[in-house]
């Protein structure tokens, strides 16, 4: 069962435009959540990472919301460049108990066009 | 050096043959990990190393091998793999189990990519 569902599979967006993607968890106990960027032919790289005490946390032009209550939570990127077409994965750990494993969502590929 | 050391880059190998995947890291890190990555999906937790032991194994099978040889190493020994084995496998680090992935995150390396014949 997968615990963290990300939406949408892919996405092409402008330069310039704002890229959006959200995510969805049900495992009330995860308490971290990461964002990583993945280029072909590389691993995944962090990007940004959010607490659930912690509504928005914004990193140059990529930014996390969070809703804890409707447990869901998305990165936006803001003025896409080329250079941001990429893989994109949410992730949640649930913490130190449960050995920090992360959970990743299924991607989203995004294309940024010139 | 913040970089997480993965190799061969390539792989090709038949049912039959054992290979070795390797990975080094020399920040310091004292949880490694191995992750297995098809093609457009996630990657899938195989097996964590805590200072040097092994804490999480998947249930993975018995053909994947891992070694943690000393704390900047972490080998994946390969024998009698299947077709279905192709993907590219992922080397990370992260300062440890008590405090990582959640403060530094995981460093993942560039991987293998494996392909069995």
């Known amino acids: 069962q997968q615990q963290v569902k990300q939406s949408p599979q892919s996405l092409i967006v402008q330069k310039g435009g704002i890229s959006i993607i959200n995510c969805a968890y049900e495992n009330t106990a995860f308490d971290y959540f990461p964002w990583y960027q993945q280029f072909p032919g590389k691993g995944p790289a962090l990007l940004i990472a959010?607490?659930?005490?912690?509504s928005e946390k914004k990193e140059g032009r990529f930014t996390i919301s969070f809703n804890k209550s409707a447990k869901q939570f998305s990165l936006h990127i803001m003025d896409s460049q080329p250079g941001d077409s990429a893989t994109y994965f949410c992730a949640a750990s649930p913490g130190k108990a449960a050995g920090n494993k992360l959970t990743f969502g299924g991607g989203t590929r995004v294309l940024v066009k010139p | 050096d913040t970089e997480v050391t993965q190799t061969p880059k390539h792989l090709v190998m038949g049912m039959t043959n054992k290979k070795s995947l390797k990975c080094e890291q020399h920040m310091g890190h004292r949880a490694m990990y191995w992750y297995k990555q098809k093609a457009k999906k996630p990657p899938e937790l195989m097996f964590v190393?805590?200072?040097?032991?092994?804490?999480i194994n998947e249930s993975v099978p018995s053909r994947f091998s891992p070694e943690c040889p000393n704390s900047s190493l972490l080998n994946l020994h390969l024998h009698a793999l299947q077709p279905e084995d192709s993907a590219l496998y992922l080397c990370a680090s992260s300062q440890g189990l008590s405090r990582a992935p959640r403060t530094s995150g995981l460093f993942f390396g560039s991987g293998t990519q494996l392909s069995v014949l």
């Open positions: 190393y805590s200072y040097e032991k092994l804490s």
């Open positions: 959010i607490r659930p005490d912690v």
